[in-house]
């Protein structure tokens, strides 16, 4: 658990100083506050950023619960040294929350034409109206700033500690930034309210008069409420009688496209349908169709792992029924022969181990999207060339757009889906499969 969660930390380190990167720059945003008005060009660039930011947020605050949850077992589960790596890797988090939200919040977001922007809805992620609000709310929120002054007075405590972490194997490469990630988090109380109240005042005024009461009771729930509102992690749709059914029916090469219906991932992310995986099959499988694969893949390709998938946490082997733990899902059967199908395993195996591509870029390969995966097994194979579409200046390819390509050529037949209107209880297989996927995403009202 430890070494999942660092990896996952390791990713959104550099997602961040990414995120940060790619910001609008003072002189773009000083055109925009001139203009009044975002351009076309200009609304669709910092949507993209936007959603991006959500979605290192949202996985910032998994990170952290994660680790509360950990640390709030018995003492007696685990070693003294372990319970401090597990609050450093917390700990990380919650700086490079405060880190990102600090730049939305008073580099990007300065202006009340800006912050008028990043409340609109943005219907192509599905991101809702006022998140801009949400997150100042939670950001000024009391209990927030008084639980991250615990968090630093501990750090402080332990600092000698966190520093011989530095060498650790699995958290040591977190513990030696440390020190620069904390810098985020301003020390000084009086600093942090002038700017909240700054803010308030700045919201008044513009809707009139109301008591400070009425304020601060309409502010939007906190951190924690907001990831909570829109994610539903049991109690998924996808039974065990469905799960017996589709595991006895994939082939290797198959690709999985699902939908939590309260994934709060889902927001940012277009379309219906936003996420892939890739169906390598089990050990039985995989020996029948001469997949070959290093040592290491062997060990760890065991029992259910039969799924390589991409998620915040990296590109690794997963069990089906972790893949599958979703409301809905969709399989796309490639129509290649099988020696086709066996190199594109192969292939997507080499990006095994490789960080998440929060950045969602396909430029380069170093880290990886979910979608990414697909991309990189089957592209060139008989032909086969995937159609990137541009967002905001990246070309990408969403699980919408695997969709659209299965549906329009005829590299990848859809033959079972489940969870969508007309099989919201049992796997439709078969011919009419093409039918609902159709109706599930492309005749949405």
């Known amino acids: 658990m430890l070494g999942t969660l660092s990896d996952t930390i390791k990713g959104l380190i550099e997602a961040a100083s990414q995120l940060q990167n790619d910001a609008p720059t003072e002189s773009q945003l000083q055109r925009i506050i001139a203009r009044g008005a975002f351009r076309p060009a200009e609304d669709e660039a910092i949507g993209f950023w936007f959603a991006r930011f959500l979605s290192v947020r949202e996985s910032l605050w998994a990170v952290i619960e994660e680790v509360l949850a950990i640390l709030d077992r018995p003492a007696t589960t685990a070693q003294p040294r372990s319970e401090l790596s597990y609050f450093l890797v917390g700990y990380t988090a919650v700086c490079l929350l405060i880190r990102i939200d600090r730049i939305m919040l008073f580099e990007v977001g300065h202006h009340s034409i800006v912050q008028r922007k990043l409340n609109e809805v943005f219907p192509e992620y599905r991101i809702p109206r006022k998140q801009y609000t949400t997150i100042f709310s939670a950001f000024v929120d009391q209990k927030n700033v008084l639980a991250i002054r615990d968090a630093m007075k501990y ?237 905001a200046g990246r070309r990408t390819l969403s699980a919408e757009d695997l969709l659209d390509f299965s549906l329009d050529t005829e590299s990848f037949t859809p033959v079972a889906i489940f969870g969508v209107q007309n099989c919201k209880d049992d796997v439709l297989y078969g011919e009419a499969v093409a039918d609902a996927l159709v109706a599930s995403y492309r005749q949405q009202p």
């Open 155 to 391: 750090a402080r405590k332990h600092r000698r500690e966190l520093l011989l972490l530095g060498t650790d194997p699995v958290v040591g490469s977190i513990a030696r930034q440390v020190r620069d990630l904390e810098s985020s988090l301003n020390a000084s109380k009086l600093s942090h309210f002038r700017r909240a109240w700054s803010y308030l005042s700045h919201k008044w005024r513009r809707r009139g008069v109301v008591s400070v009461r009425k304020i601060m009771a309409g502010v939007m729930e906190g951190i924690g409420r907001t990831a909570a509102e829109f994610y539903e992690a049991e109690n998924k749709r996808a039974t065990e009688e469905i799960l017996a059914s589709i595991a006895a029916f994939l082939q290797p090469g198959d690709v999985i496209i699902t939908r939590h219906r309260k994934a709060l991932t889902n927001l940012f992310i277009p379309g219906f349908w936003p996420h892939a995986a890739l169906y390598v099959g089990t050990p039985a499988q995989r020996d029948a169709a001469c997949i070959t694969v290093d040592r290491r893949q062997i060990e760890r390709w065991v029992d259910d792992v039969c799924v390589l998938e991409a998620r915040k946490d990296g590109v690794r082997l997963r069990p089906l029924n972790d893949t599958l733990s979703v409301d809905t899902f969709v399989v796309l059967r490639p129509n290649l022969d099988a020696q086709s199908i066996r190199r594109a395993i192969e292939r997507a195996l080499s990006h095994e181990g490789k960080m998440y591509n929060f950045d969602f870029d396909f430029f380069n390969s170093d880290r990886v999207v979910c979608t990414e995966v697909v991309y990189r097994a089957y592209d060139g194979l008989e032909g086969l060339k995937f159609p990137l579409n541009e967002r």
